[in-house]
């Protein structure tokens, strides 16, 4: 939900399919995670980790800053991506205004997940992604499999007990998840700090969810058939057509900037309009479709619940007709919310409903941003991030 999938739509229609392209071939942009990051001086390191359904995930790794070199063990940041995202995400801002570069500095060893079936993560021990069967999964996988897999990972090979947790968007539903699902990992968990908060979505305002809740929001054959399928890949045509269309010299740059704005929140002054053509060499980078009709029930139901098949398959699933809630009440990590007046995907008044159904001994804060036109994006690569937000999540990292 934090791309311009409308653009992208429009130039690269029919990029929704069953098939994938080959496990690296998104790769073979010049902006990748590891450019950015050496291209910046950092040390960075790539490392693997398959879960326990088989998918093989990659992570990110700026141990220390290039500031000061090794100096010792540090303090462990994990930071985790959105929809149609990656570990891109946190260091396209550059020093200045990219999380994982400003965690550096401020001392953390930093971690950046990638989701299955993203750029970095499209291999699977027995299944290809060219195939239906590796794309049958969505977010509540993320955050049964994949999140496990990555903090456990992250906790043997650092040898520390804790670790922070950084997340946008899908990053904060996987969370939500995680900690639902799996009470363990709030011994893990030093505390979570969730930008633009997704768990309720019933008053969502994004076009697309206006246009697509009524079909793709409940179970059908529809959703059924075209469910598990790849959706809108990282691949050279679309970082090409990004490069030419979206450019600072380019006249349609201003369509790029506007689908940003119709998809993240209307009318924000803060987009980075200089950073829109490496966004598009990296973003989107892929996921099932499964992921955004499962966001599309949450919407059109008005709970949040996990994915709804229907009430014979649900029986079978879960044991009853009706698809179980997301005990988000019962989650017991120090949490820290950061939201805003115009963001598309988080509205204040879900947002509020998550304030008022955590439990509040967890709940150590819910930051309304005053910057009324700050938009889903801006959480990103907004302009002035560090000042607006990140100073304030570097603060509460360090004081949780």
């Not at 934090?2 to 942009?29: F, I, K, W």
């Not at 960075?44 to 290039?66: A, C, F, N």
């Not at 060499?281 to 709804?308: I, K, M, W």
Request: charged letters at 15%; hydrophobic letters at 40%; proline letters at 5%.
């Amino acid at each position: 939900m934090m791309v311009p999938q409308l653009l992208v739509g429009l130039l690269c229609l029919g990029l929704v399919r069953a098939s994938a392209l080959p496990a690296d071939a998104g790769r073979a942009s010049s902006v990748t995670t590891l450019t950015l990051v050496r291209g910046q001086g950092y040390e960075i390191q790539e490392h693997t980790v398959q879960t326990s359904d088989g998918y093989i995930l990659t992570m990110h790794r700026i141990p220390y800053s290039k500031n000061t070199g090794y100096d010792g063990v540090r303090p462990v940041a994990f930071l985790m991506h959105g929809l149609l995202c990656s570990s891109s995400d946190w260091v396209l801002g550059g020093t200045h205004s990219g999380l994982a570069y400003l965690l550096s500095e401020a001392g953390y060893d930093v971690w950046m997940g990638n989701a299955r079936g993203n750029t970095y993560s499209k291999k699977h021990a027995t299944k290809t992604p060219l195939l239906q069967p590796f794309w049958n999964f969505e977010w509540h996988d993320i955050g049964i499999y994949d999140l496990p897999a990555m903090m456990d990972f992250v906790l043997y090979t650092t040898g520390a007990d804790q670790l922070s947790y950084v997340g946008h968007s899908q990053g904060t539903t996987s969370f939500f998840v995680l900690n639902s699902m799996i009470p363990r990992f709030k011994s893990r968990i030093r505390s979570a700090h969730l930008l633009a908060p997704v768990a309720w979505m019933e008053h969502m305002e994004s076009p697309l969810a206006v246009v697509g809740g009524p079909l793709l929001g409940q179970p059908n054959a529809f959703v059924e058939l075209f469910g598990s399928a790849e959706f809108l890949p990282n691949t050279q045509l679309m970082n090409l057509l990004g490069g030419l269309l979206c450019s600072d010299q380019a006249i349609s740059q201003v369509i790029c900037t506007n689908s940003l704005l119709l998809l993240g929140g209307w009318d924000s002054p803060y987009m980075n309009e200089s950073m829109i053509p490496d966004i598009m060499a990296t973003t989107p980078a892929g996921c099932s479709v499964n992921q955004l009709f499962h966001y599309l029930q949450e919407y059109n139901s008005g709970y949040f619940r996990q994915f709804d098949y229907g009430s014979t398959r649900n029986k079978k699933e879960y044991g009853s007709k009706i698809a179980p809630d997301y005990d988000v009440a019962g989650i017991n990590v120090p949490t820290y919310l950061y939201y805003s007046d115009n963001d598309y995907f988080a509205s204040l008044i879900d947002v509020d409903r998550l304030r008022y159904v955590m439990d509040p001994n967890s709940l150590r804060s819910a930051y309304r941003l005053p910057e009324t036109k700050w938009n889903h994006l801006d959480f990103l690569w907004g302009l002035n991030v560090k000042e607006i937000l990140y100073d304030r999540v570097l603060n509460d990292i360090r004081n949780a």
